[in-house]
């Protein structure tokens, strides 16, 4: 009599166990976004998910330049790709301070083999030294022409080299 209750709890569980086994384990991918990133993510993946197993290493990468998002993707057939957000920037990925701030006055240099010329010109975006930017040239206190793209080499002072 007592076999019986004990079989038919065992009975009804294994239909749980087995379809949990089923999927990814979830769990499993924040820790390896965590050890990939260096931080944790924003929020735990959504354990709502029901993810197909993955037999392979899960490949993560980075989503973009800025470093505040990982990918996840299952390399199988038939396999999935997760987009997490990270709970903060690592170190080494932070972003730089502006060398220059949009509508900020620069002074656009043209450069070639044995010679340059300098323009005044207006920032139309911001970033740090070493990044590109669209600039537009000034003529005579006037925005003139379509926008082009310089390197910022100092606050103030953007380049464009030539070939």
Do not use: H
């Not at 709970?87 to 006055?105: I, K, M, Q, S």
């Amino acid at each position: 009599m007592i076999l019986r209750p004990l079989l038919l709890a065992a009975a009804l569980a294994l239909p749980a166990a087995a379809q949990a086994a089923s999927y990814a384990d979830l769990a499993a991918i924040d820790r390896d976004v965590a050890l990939f990133a260096g931080s944790g993510a924003a929020m735990p993946v959504d354990r709502r998910l029901r993810l197909n197993p993955c037999f392979t290493p899960l490949a993560l990468s980075w989503r973009l330049p800025r470093r505040d998002s990982v990918i996840v993707q299952c390399p199988d057939a038939g396999g999935w790709r997760l987009f997490v957000p990270l709970l903060a920037l690592p170190d080494e990925a932070a972003p730089a301070t502006p060398a220059v701030l949009r509508g900020e006055a620069v002074t656009i240099t043209v450069e070639g083999d044995g010679f340059a010329v300098s323009q005044p010109g207006e920032a139309m975006e911001a970033g740090p030294v070493g990044a590109w930017i669209r600039v537009r040239t000034l003529s005579g206190g006037k925005p003139g022409g379509d926008p082009i793209r310089a390197r910022i080499d100092r606050p103030g002072l953007v380049s464009v080299p030539l070939p």
